[in-house]
């Protein structure tokens, strides 16, 4: 209370005290009834208002004894509060400069304050962790689990998600003390579910996180996104799968993503004309270079019907990379070398990086021509590593006269054939010439 607000507050009660001091000396308050007090044979007598009024300075009295007695603790506690929050603070930024041991101290400390000891101790926990201290974060979690259930529980499972335990970061967030989960607690949950292969339960949870507001509103698209796909891998049988499918919001139907979930697990169940016809349609309505790879490597028949509709978009992609490696594997499947040779060289051209050199490779191996496939399976790991390719080497004459094609090879001087060697006009001899090709003098 401010110095003028408690100097009005006590004029206030002089005030009242003199006007009540004036009304408790009337004669008339006898009408409010009187008390008898009889003490060692003497008899005391006042009214009752007097009395009240007695018994109330009374209670005042004690009440201000017993504020002079506890002002020393209440001073003292004050103090180590006032020290307490300092420590909290200085630990708190001792943290976050990486200062670990000191931010521990300080935390430890500071966490003797039962206000603050949660904060002070799941802090403490990280600060363990950042040093690689597991036995000091063991410690502490122990010590946080007798303060706060809540932040013990939320800090256990997210060591458990890092160890790669989901199950048992699931049982840690499912105790009935702390229910219901705050926000990272769920957020905790969803991701223990999800790496626990359990993804339908993880999805029921996405209305929660987004009233919630855990996260912003892309990463909770692509959390759904994620799950969905999931949950589709996961489905245990063909009608399982149609379930599944059919429980996906119609948004989520042509995501790449989601759309490959289901096409691989369809395949997966012997599935495979509603996998093959999910995937043409997904790719009719939105193009998708992943969703083309996917296409040509499913492993199913219907190569000519598949073939027909890789060429059909080609005619409004030409230059994608993946259809063209896919054109290129499908022709290899169907034993058309030479239309797959012309697939991946263009394929190779668009940047399809070490898958197209791999499958040329298989190409040449097929065709018996080992060496042509040895060097495309060396650009391929080329590739892999981020070096720049090497272009073929033909070693016969005849390569010499294949058609240039548009890719990033060249033909090798190797396929032109050697300039014959000089032959002395006179004496019909070859020159000698020393290790640089220089005429040697006689």
Request: aromatic share 6%; glycine share 6%.
């Amino acid at each position: 209370m401010k110095p003028f607000q408690s100097l009005v507050v006590l004029l206030l009660a002089v005030a009242l005290g003199v006007i009540a001091a004036q009304w408790l000396g009337a004669d008339s308050l006898r009408q409010f009834g009187e008390v008898i007090y009889r003490y060692a044979g003497n008899d005391y007598r006042s009214t009752v208002p007097q009395v009240a009024l007695a018994a109330l300075v009374a209670l005042l009295l004690l009440w201000l004894l017993w504020s002079l007695v506890a002002a020393p603790f209440r001073a003292w506690g004050r103090y180590r509060r006032k020290q307490g929050r300092a420590r909290l603070t200085e630990g708190l930024q001792a943290h976050e400069h990486g200062h670990w041991q000191r931010a521990e101290k300080l935390l430890g400390a500071a966490a003797e304050d039962k206000e603050v000891s949660a904060v002070a101790l799941a802090t403490a926990v990280r600060s363990a962790q950042a040093r690689g201290d597991e036995a000091a974060a063991n410690q502490y979690l122990q010590r946080l689990a007798g303060e706060d259930a809540t932040s013990h529980a939320l800090l256990l499972a997210e060591r458990l998600l890092g160890q790669e335990r989901p199950v048992d970061a699931i049982n840690a967030l499912d105790v009935a003390a702390i229910q219901p989960l705050p926000p990272r607690g769920l957020w905790l949950r969803t991701e223990a579910l999800a790496r626990a292969e359990r993804a339908h339960e993880a999805y029921g949870q996405l209305g929660a996180l987004r009233k919630q507001k855990v996260l912003p509103d892309d990463a909770v698209a692509e959390l759904e996104a994620r799950l969905a796909a999931q949950s589709l891998l996961e489905a245990g049988d063909v009608n399982a799968l149609a379930a599944q499918w059919e429980a996906t919001p119609k948004a989520l139907r042509s995501d790449p993503d989601v759309v490959a979930g289901y096409a691989l697990r369809a395949v997966a169940l012997d599935w495979d004309e509603p996998a093959l016809l999910t995937l043409e349609q997904a790719l009719d309505t939105r193009w998708d270079e992943s969703l083309v790879t996917l296409y040509g490597q499913m492993p199913v028949d219907k190569l000519a019907t598949r073939q027909a509709n890789l060429q059909r978009w080609l005619t409004s992609h030409p230059a994608s990379p993946a259809l063209l490696l896919a054109l290129g594997r499908i022709a290899v499947r169907q034993r058309q070398h030479a239309a797959a040779e012309d697939y991946l060289h263009r394929a190779i051209a668009a940047g399809a990086g070490p898958a197209a050199w791999e499958a040329l490779g298989e190409v040449f191996h097929e065709r018996g021509d080992a060496p042509l496939a040895a060097q495309c399976f060396a650009n391929a790991l080329r590739q892999q590593r981020g070096e720049d390719s090497v272009a073929l080497a033909r070693a016969t004459e005849a390569a010499a006269a294949v058609t240039e094609r548009a890719t990033v090879e060249e033909q090798s001087l190797m396929a032109q054939p050697l300039p014959a060697d000089p032959i002395d006009p006179v004496g019909g001899l070859r020159d000698e010439r020393d290790d640089y090709g220089n005429p040697r003098l006689p």
